[in-house]
């Protein structure tokens, strides 16, 4: 198996998000979930739902916040990010 695999969190419903997380458990040890701006509510609500309704021993491993910097110069803004590692035992 690989070490890491990544789930992104957009715009698309959240048991849509749980899924790619199930199924990325199936390929890695860890998956990372990873959120910019207003997703980042959703990727906490993915990580609720798939450990309370699914994977109830998945353990939550780490959790990193920062910021980015988008846009071209004159257009600057900063975004805020998380990424939650997520380990099964």
Do not use: C, Q, W
Request: aromatic content about 4%; cysteine-free; proline content about 2%.
């Amino acid at each position: 198996m690989s070490n890491d695999e990544r789930v992104y969190i957009g715009s698309k419903p959240i048991l849509a998000y749980v899924t790619a997380v199930i199924t990325a458990f199936s390929r890695a040890d860890s998956v990372n979930v990873m959120a910019r701006g207003r997703a980042i509510s959703s990727a906490v609500d993915v990580v609720e739902v798939t450990k309370r309704s699914f994977m109830r021993d998945m353990i939550v491993d780490d959790v990193s916040i920062g910021t980015e910097i988008l846009g071209e110069e004159g257009n600057k803004r900063n975004v805020s990010t998380i990424a939650i590692k997520l380990s099964k035992p």
